[in-house]
């Protein structure tokens, strides 16, 4: 392992326990004494929990070796390259193990944002140059990304794979290209989340309530940037920005670009989106989701994708009477929630006189949608709905009446609600559509399978799911429906729906409803 710090030292310490004999360099001393010391202790700290035994710990340590200087690590047949991120230094350095080391040593980089195929032309043979991509803190995350450049042969992979295994990693395999698989597939997380601040359509602390209550993230995405740190985070979005020639998805934010400029670079400035006392920023708790009550009204429910049908369901299963127009009759409803996908837009909607409407904001925004109705209120929420805790909600004018029942309803289901301000998919689901829609870009141009993308942000961002069988649960036609609306309501490109998503709605892979999307489920399972 090539650089002490904090990288290497990690990988230092799952190389050893994983059976490797193990050589770790840097060349200032002090760093490789620290670096050494670093491994040791976590050696013993993991000892200490019960992760291994006080044996292993110290069979790990026996096969550790400090490396002074870079001829030290001639025997090695795979060099995991974990220095300051200078594509000049790594190129140098790869230079220089193809003389040092043995011609089949396989030389690895650990870069989270360097091109490997820049790094590869330096060595003797280039085919022998991949990308090993672990993730902080390497000796706890499961992730491992194995980097394929232009040139990476079969057999290079193939040892970069054994080795990730061996030291007890969950590997996936990506592709060369601006932050590889994971990092990339979690781009839309903070950008999303910077579009809506911009629009308006929230304030920073309701973005991140949302996504923690309507998806079970552990962090909303503020949350994280400040983590993060926002200048580092601004580093990687003009990174991206540039390696793609300007790929309008991968836009960075003015916003992050003047929080740079203010000096608020987050967790560790202290101000970020929010402020830190000691590191700590003090959080609301989340509000409690309210109990469901009881109920014994008539509404009607229209519409056939999963967001009505599992509307449909809830409602029912607390005692109200959901039925469709065409079976009111002659009975009064209080309520109509409109959820239809796919709507013409010479429907006729009929309404039971003197019901307020709510209409699910996907296929287009209130403003869009509500010209079908009079003072209605708009709605968005993701299935699987048992596993949301909010509903969010939007209205155009003021009609106190039609806001009441509908914040009413939603909470008797169990729903926290928030008013956050117009647009297709509202705030949530406009952030995993856009999730879902950056995973199909990168499975059209190879970077990685639908099940290592999963895979990828579930291990290595801690996501409740993956994108994609998140998508197969809201149904792909809800997500096309969101990114179109999107498209032609804010007239911007990044919006546009990867060619993919279009080709499995033709091809009837609708999601897990119909059996298969992206992935295929057995017949009971869905
Ligand atoms: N920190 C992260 O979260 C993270 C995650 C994934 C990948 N990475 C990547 O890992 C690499 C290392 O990052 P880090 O956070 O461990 O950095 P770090 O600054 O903690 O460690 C870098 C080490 O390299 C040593 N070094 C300096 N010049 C060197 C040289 N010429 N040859 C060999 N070593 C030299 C330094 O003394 C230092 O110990 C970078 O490429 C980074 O992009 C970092």
Redesign the pocket.
């Known amino acids: 392992v ?9 990988i230092a310490q799952i190389a050893a326990l994983g059976g490797f004999e193990t050589y770790l ?4 001393p002090e ?2 004494e ?2 050494i010391a670093g491994v040791r202790a976590g050696l013993a700290k993991g000892a200490e929990r019960k992760r291994w035994s006080i044996e292993d710990a110290a069979a790990a340590e026996k096969r550790l070796r400090s490396a002074p200087a ?1 001829e030290d690590l001639a025997p090695c047949e795979l060099v995991i ?6 594509l000049g ?2 190129r ?2 790869f230079g220089n193990l193809s003389q040092i080391c043995g011609p089949d040593v396989v030389l690895a ?6 091109p490997v195929t820049a790094m590869a032309t330096a060595a003797a043979r280039p085919g022998n140059v991949v990308g090993m ?4 803190p ?1 000796p706890l995350m499961q992730l491992l990304e194995v980097v394929a450049g232009a040139d990476s042969s079969e057999e290079a992979l193939a040892t970069a794979l054994a080795v990730g295994e061996q030291m007890g990693k969950r590997v996936i395999n990506a592709k060369d290209g601006p932050g590889f698989l994971a990092n990339r597939c979690a781009r839309p997380f903070g950008l999303e989340a910077l579009k809506l601040l911009s629009e308006g359509v929230a304030d920073h602390t309701t973005i991140d309530r949302i996504v923690r209550m309507g998806g079970g993230f552990r962090m909303g995405p503020f949350e994280l940037m400040d983590l993060v740190g926002i200048d580092v985070g601004f580093e990687v979005s003009k990174s991206f920005w540039e390696q793609s020639f300007h790929e309008p998805r991968w836009r960075p934010s003015m916003i992050q670009a003047r929080m740079v400029q203010a000096g608020r670079f987050g967790r560790k400035a202290g101000r970020g989106y929010y402020e830190y006392e000691q590191g700590k920023h003090h959080r609301e708790d989340d509000p409690e989701q309210p109990a469901m009550r009881e109920q014994d009204a008539v509404i009607v429910i229209e519409g056939d994708g999963q967001v009505a049908e599992e509307l449909w369901d809830l409602a029912a299963d607390i005692g109200y009477d959901p039925r469709r127009m065409a079976e009111l009759g002659d009975d009064d409803a209080a309520l109509y929630i409109d959820a239809q996908i796919g709507r013409l837009v010479e429907d006729q909607v009929s309404v039971p006189p003197g019901a307020s409407v709510c209409v699910l904001c996907a296929e287009g925004s209130l403003s869009e949608l509500g010209l079908l109705f009079d003072h209605a209120i708009g709605f968005h929420v993701l299935p699987p709905l048992s596993d949301t805790g909010v509903v969010e909600l939007t209205h155009s004018g003021q009609d106190d009446v039609a806001s009441q029942r509908v914040e009413h309803f939603f909470r008797t289901l169990g729903k926290h609600v928030e008013w956050v301000g117009d647009g297709p998919g509202l705030v949530f689901g406009r952030i995993i559509c856009q999730l879902v829609n950056e995973a199909c870009f990168a499975i059209q141009e190879g970077v990685g399978s639908p099940e290592d993308i999963d895979t990828a942000l579930r291990l290595g961002f801690n996501y409740p799911r993956g994108p994609l069988e998140w998508a197969d649960l809201i149904g792909i036609e809800h997500v096309v429906a969101t990114l179109d609306a999107l498209y032609e309501e804010l007239h911007e490109e990044r919006y546009r729906v990867a060619p993919l998503l279009r080709r499995m709605i033709a091809e009837g892979r609708l999601g897990r409803w119909a059996g298969r999307g992206f992935f295929t489920y057995p017949e009971d399972e869905y």
């Not at 360099?25 to 200032?28: G, L, R």
């Not at 390259?81 to 200078?86: G, L």
């Open positions: 090539v650089g002490a710090g904090t990288m290497g030292a990690g360099h840097d060349p200032f760093a490789l620290r670096g870079l390259e974990a220095s300051p991120e200078d230094l790594k140098e350095l980089t650990n870069t989270s944002s360097l991509h672990f993730f902080n390497a």
